[in-house]
Nanobody, 128 residues
């Protein structure tokens, strides 16, 4: 089992920045890749970004390209999501996810069904 705990969410004005963290514990060696998804009220879960622990590939959702950046600290088993130029439409609960198996594909990365472990989420609210 892999446990994931997100932190760093909060309220920010449009144009501002936030950095989310996701700390992984447990059988972290069984995790091949990490991803971030988000879900706004009344909407489905949306892919944000994913990266492999090896650093072989990173994929971003179209709505966040150029504004969000994922990074890893393998020694701390932690991934970060730096979010800049935030917009009100970025308001959502952000979830961290871990995948036991990985395929270097944007389509594969964006499919939430390919992730085995999920955190409880952290709320991000962007005011206009």
């Amino acid at each position: 089992q892999v446990q994931l705990v997100e932190s760093g969410g909060g309220l920010v004005q449009a144009g501002g920045s936030l950095r989310l963290s996701c700390a992984a514990s447990g059988r972290t060696f069984s995790s091949a890749a990490m991803g971030w998804f988000r879900q706004a009220p009344g909407k489905g879960r949306e892919f944000v970004v994913a990266t492999s622990w090896s650093g072989g590939s990173t994929y971003y959702g179209d709505s966040v390209k150029g504004r969000f950046t994922i990074s890893r600290d393998n020694a701390k088993n932690t991934v970060y999501l730096q979010m800049n130029s935030l917009k009100p439409e970025d308001t959502a609960v952000y979830y961290c996810a871990a995948a036991s198996q990985w395929v270097f594909s944007a389509t594969y990365s964006a499919n939430s069904a390919n992730y085995d472990y999920w955190g409880r989420g952290t709320q991000v609210t962007v005011s206009s």
